[in-house]
């Protein structure tokens, strides 16, 4: 039996920003307390920040493949 995609709405696309964006800062608050300790703050805030866009797309892709 064939499966057939739902179509993407408007609440789905603001969805998967909001899931972005939320683990986008949390990678980057986890960088900046990380720096906070070894005294690197913006240094590893930043290589979080980066870090985080991409575990950010691979959590949307995981989350909203059925889309």
């Known amino acids: 039996m064939a499966h057939t995609r739902r179509a993407l709405s408007g609440r789905d696309a603001a ?32 290589a979080g920040f980066g870090l985080g866009f991409f575990i950010g797309m691979g959590v949307v892709i995981r989350r909203f493949s059925d889309v």
């Open 15 to 46: 969805g998967a920003g909001a899931l972005a964006l939320a683990v986008n800062l949390a990678c980057a608050g986890i960088g900046a307390g990380i720096g906070a300790l070894v005294g690197a703050l913006v240094p590893l805030m930043l």
